[in-house]
């Protein structure tokens, strides 16, 4: 029975849920139409795509896999069948501005659709002036016109292979490709959101003795004053700066050598590649502002600049980048060598979210775990993921990288939320390792891990192990990984009592849920003393874990 003031209660209540409903469609229209985001939450960069934190769980093609639209039907799929979400592609000047003016981007356009098809992410890395410090990708009308576009000398006096940043009309040339390919990507997908970002040109850099272009332009720069904004921004950030570039930097000096000293080359070159693709960006922005980045190629121990591309977005000099390009994002590493914690940790910073464009193959199912676990990166992404196939490999005995993303792709939710709640840490130990015993801190213990080397007998040894830790409630534990024996300890920084293994359960996802396949015990987790990880592939170990008082102390 309803009298007056109730129809009234039940018409003001279906209109508030009208309104409610109308201001959810509202929002949600709005947060679709807000191109892909770089987010900072709690210290950790996050790439959020549609309103939501978004995994990259990524691949690069090899350099001449997307040269034809036909490629795309042939690769993507199987890239898709990896559990790859985002496939990084390069666009090459060349292939979209064949003729000057004169823009086709059909192959692009193909990928996109088929990306699509696939349920794929697409990460467009621009190859315009510069690839691997060279120009080969810079269209004929372009490398052909070298008093148009010059080229940068060499410590000999000799034209290069490498188009100067010194080359006004190369600049705005390759803006106005940038700006014409972002304005393309925002016609067909601004809706869609199949292309999530974009690298800026490909591992900059001047190569050559002395690490530095030598054309007349370049002398009579270097032999100027350094331009104040650089001096006065580095001098604003003095306590963010490398030690590398702290250790050189005088504010008090006027031409390069005086303020940069020994690194002035470097430095030199670092700002006019910033200043160039700052303006390549900034033309792409305007068009359609996806999260751009730079990628870079890594000194090798001992190497000098211009044995590695002199100036480009490595450590050293990111904050010359942060001063002279604005418009970029963030900065990433390509990494090729041994020791990749040590290089994402040097990327890592309150103000640089992590982000692996380029990686090793062989060693990625590992790397990727410390990646995302430990550096907390947003996204992880080996090189040539289209050479990768069961059948290629010598053996069966390693894991495979799609056998770790399925793993991770199941996790993804977890995982972003655990980034999120820095309740997530990651280790990775190769047979090479400098340090064969690590351990990470989380929830009140320690995770040791070394190479599984002994036990069981029958399983197969490993030289690879890795391990991401996700904190699921207190005392239990979702410790992902392969190639490990890992022992648990209090944490003596929380308390002073004992930690033991309570259980340990090999789990895996079935229809959304979460199922037990084994539990661990006897010999299989050394008598209830450590996760005994399998060599072979990846699995889900939930531990839970407890703590008790030494009976002696009291
Ligand atoms: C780094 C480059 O960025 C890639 O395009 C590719 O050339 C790889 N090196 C491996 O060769």
């Known amino acids: 029975m309803f009298g007056a003031r109730g129809i009234e209660i039940t018409f003001t209540l279906k209109k508030s849920v009208l309104l409610l409903g109308i201001a959810a469609v509202i929002c949600s229209t709005a947060a679709a139409e807000q191109p892909p985001t770089i987010s900072f939450t709690s210290g950790t960069g996050q790439l959020i795509v549609r309103g939501k934190p978004f995994l990259v769980l990524g691949g690069e093609l090899a350099n001449s896999s997307a040269g034809t639209a036909a490629q795309a039907d042939t690769i993507l799929p199987k890239l898709a069948q990896m559990h790859i979400n985002t496939v990084l592609m390069p666009v090459a000047w060349e292939q979209i501005e064949p003729a000057e003016g004169h823009f086709d981007f059909s192959i692009l356009d193909r990928w996109t659709e088929v990306a699509r098809k696939q349920n794929l992410h697409l990460v467009i890395l621009w190859f315009g002036s510069w690839k691997n410090a060279f120009s080969e990708y810079a269209p004929d009308w372009v490398k052909s016109d070298t008093a148009r576009f010059p080229r940068a000398i060499s410590a000999e006096g000799l034209p290069t292979e490498i188009l100067s940043t010194f080359g006004g009309e190369t600049v705005r040339s390759d803006a106005r490709a940038f700006g014409a390919l972002m304005r393309h990507i925002r016609e067909i997908d601004a809706e869609q959101q199949t292309v999530v970002m974009v690298q800026v040109e490909n591992e900059i850099g001047f190569l050559g003795r002395g690490g530095r272009d030598r054309s007349a332009a370049a002398n009579r720069a270097f032999q100027g004053t350094v331009p104040s904004e650089l001096t006065r921004g580095l001098e604003q950030h003095r306590l963010q700066l490398s030690p590398e570039l702290a250790e050189s930097f005088k504010s008090g000096g006027h031409t390069w050598s005086e303020v940069f000293g020994a690194n002035a080359d470097e430095v030199f070159m670092a700002w006019h590649y910033a200043v160039f693709v700052n303006k390549v960006a900034q033309a792409g922005k305007k068009e359609y502002a996806l999260p751009m ?37 963030f900065y990433s590493p ?73 793993v991770l792709a199941d996790l993804s939710d977890v995982i972003l939320d655990k980034q999120e709640h820095d309740q997530c840490r990651g280790l990775v130990v190769h047979a090479n390792s400098s340090r064969p015993t690590q351990t990470v801190a989380l929830g009140g213990y320690l995770f040791e891990a070394t190479l599984s080397r002994s036990w069981p ?98």
């Not at 006897?522 to 990880?533: F, H, T």
Request: charged content about 25%; hydrophobic content about 35%; glycine content about 6%.
């Open 457 to 554: 007998a029958k399983s197969l040894l490993t030289d690879d192990g890795a391990v991401m830790v996700l904190e699921m409630k207190p005392d239990e534990f979702y410790l992902v990984g392969a190639g490990l024996t890992v022992s648990v300890f209090r944490d003596p920084d929380t308390d002073d009592r004992t930690a033991g293994i309570a259980s340990i359960e090999q789990i895996s996802k079935a229809n959304g849920q979460w199922v037990v396949d084994r539990r661990l015990n006897g010999d299989e987790s050394n008598q209830g003393r450590q996760l005994l990880m399998d060599a072979r592939t990846i699995h889900v170990y939930r531990v839970k874990l407890y703590t008790y008082s030494d009976v002696r102390s009291h």
């Open 334 to 406: 390509d990494i090729y060598w041994p020791n990749f914690d040590y290089w994402v940790q040097r990327y890592q910073s309150a103000r640089n979210p992590v982000f692996v464009p380029e990686a090793r193959l062989d060693s990625a199912p590992y790397n990727a775990l410390y990646a995302y676990g430990q550096a907390r990166a947003f996204g992880f992404s080996p090189f040539g993921v289209d050479s990768e196939s069961r059948a290629s490999k010598q053996s069966d005995a390693k894991p495979e990288l799609s056998d770790f993303y399925a």
């Open 293 to 329: 980045y730079l990628n870079a190629q890594l000194p090798a121990p001992l190497e000098r600049a211009g044995e590695y591309p002199s100036g480009g977005p490595h450590p050293y000099y990111q904050e010359v980048y942060r001063i002279g390009a604005p418009s970029i994002d």
